[in-house]
C-alpha cells in the first residue's frame, strides 16, 4: 500500500515493515523542528540547572547561619561517636591549605576523655586565677565541660618547619599561612557540627594548658594547640546576631 500526502514525504507500508521517504522541502521542514525542540530543551535544562544551583547555595548559605557561639551545652546527642568522629575529620580533610601542607592536625574527644579534659583545664586555671574570682572561671569551664565533646586544634610545626626550608623566599608567610588554614578547619568543622543540629562554642585556654593537656593525652611534641572547640546538644538558643551595616565593611567595584 502507498499513501503519498505531499509531493515531498512519502510513507510505504509493507508486511515486513515501514519505509519512510522524505523530500528536500520535508527535510528542511523537520530540520527547523529538530531546531526549534533542541533550543527548548536546552532553555529547560538550563533553566532547571539555575534553579538547583540556586537552592544549593542558598541551602549552603543557610548552613553558614546556623553556626553561631552557643555556650549553653547538654549531652542530648542522637548521633553516635562514630559519625561524629567521621564528620568531624572529613570537614578537616576538606579544607585548602597551603601549599597543601595538611598542617592541621586534630584531637576528638568524647565521653570521660572531654570531662578529663575539662578537670584538667579547671586545675590549670585554679592556679592561675585569683582565688575571689575564681568562681567565675570555674563556672565557664563547667558549662563546657556540660557539652558533649571536644575538638583540639592543632598546628604540626614540623610540617611548617619544613615548609621554611623548602620555600625560603616565603619562610616569614608559613606560620602566618598556618593561622589561616586552622582557622578554616576550625570554622568548617563548626559549621558540619551546626548543620547536625548541634551548638559550639570556640575556646583559647592555650597556651596555659598545652604542657598539662600534651602530657595527659600524649600529643606530639611538635603539634601546637590554637584552639578548643567544645560541642553538644543546644540548650538555649541565642538572639538573632547583629551586624554592622554593609557600607562600613563591603567595597564593591565592577
Avoid at 80 to 97: D, F, G, H, T, W
Avoid at 163 to 179: G, H, N, R, T
Avoid at 197 to 213: E, F, K, R, T
Wanted: aromatic residues 10%; glycine residues 6%; charged residues 20%.
Amino acid at each position: 500500500m502507498n499513501i503519498s500526502d505531499s509531493p515531498e514525504i512519502t510513507l510505504t507500508s509493507n508486511t515486513i515493515g515501514i519505509t519512510v521517504h522524505f523530500g528536500e522541502h520535508g527535510m528542511a521542514l523537520l530540520h527547523k523542528i529538530g531546531q526549534v525542540l533542541t533550543t527548548d530543551l536546552t532553555k529547560d535544562l538550563k533553566f532547571k540547572k539555575n534553579q538547583a544551583e540556586d537552592l544549593k547555595q542558598t541551602t549552603f548559605i543557610d548552613q553558614l547561619k546556623k553556626r553561631r557561639s552557643i555556650y549553653v551545652l547538654g549531652k542530648r546527642v542522637h548521633l553516635s561517636q562514630v559519625y561524629l568522629a567521621e564528620l568531624i575529620q572529613e570537614a578537616v580533610r576538606s579544607c585548602p591549605s597551603a601549599h597543601n601542607s595538611q598542617s592541621t592536625c586534630i584531637v576528638i574527644l568524647m565521653g570521660d576523655a572531654h570531662h578529663h579534659f575539662w578537670n584538667v583545664v579547671k586545675e590549670v586555671q585554679r592556679k592561675l586565677t585569683p582565688a575571689h574570682i575564681f568562681a567565675g572561671a570555674e563556672l565557664k569551664v563547667d558549662q563546657c565541660s556540660a557539652g558533649f565533646g571536644t575538638v583540639l586544634f592543632y598546628e604540626d610545626q614540623q610540617i611548617i618547619q619544613q615548609l621554611q626550608k623548602k620555600i625560603p623566599f616565603d619562610a616569614a608567610e608559613f606560620p602566618v599561612w598556618s593561622e589561616q588554614v586552622s582557622g578554616m578547619a576550625q570554622y568548617a568543622v563548626w559549621t558540619c557540627l551546626a548543620d547536625a543540629g548541634l551548638g559550639a562554642s570556640l575556646q583559647h585556654y592555650n597556651p596555659s594548658i598545652d604542657a598539662d593537656i600534651s602530657k595527659v593525652f600524649e600529643i606530639p611534641k611538635h603539634w601546637l594547640l590554637r584552639a578548643q572547640l567544645v560541642f553538644g546538644s543546644i540548650e538555649e538558643k541565642v538572639d538573632e546576631k547583629e551586624h554592622y551595616k554593609d557600607e562600613e565593611r563591603f567595597m564593591i567595584y565592577a
